[in-house]
């Protein structure tokens, strides 16, 4: 039997996997100089972009397990960066709010994110970029469209046309 090895380069999945995890390691490096885990920072970082959101969702948005996040939650409201809240409507429910060095924090980490971006793309032309996240925003609207805020699944699918 004769079996055909592909070059996994030219497999898209490959590349983008190679590159969510090669950015993710420099992601988790750089947040470590401000305590933060990964998921730390996605629940900071969400919360300040939509309060009252509630652990799981932020699990669902993210793709982290609701244990994983749960915990990310229960460590940054002991530090005193996220605030729990009882659901004025729904008793299973908890919203997270920011505090105030909650929110300091999470510009600072934004700054970081930044910065690493500028780095990771800075081969790329502003075009080429431009082009890129119009793409990788398409295929998360389908894959995975509670990862983006209502805005950028509007701009996601008025791209596809």
Known sequence: MHRTHVDPSTRMGYLAWQ?????GARLERALRSLDLTTAQHNALQHVAWTPG??????????????QSMGAAVG?????GLLARRDHPSSRRTVQLTITDSGEELAARARE????????????????ERAVIHSLLLRVLAELNPDALPSSDRREAGSAAV
């Open 19 to 23: 590159t969510v995890h090669v950015m």
């Open 53 to 66: 959101i509630s652990a799981a969702e932020i699990a669902r948005r993210t793709g982290f397990t609701p």
């Open 75 to 79: 460590a940054l409201v002991d530090r």
């Open 112 to 127: 970081v994110v930044e910065r690493l971006d500028r780095e990771a793309l800075a081969v790329l032309a502003p075009a």
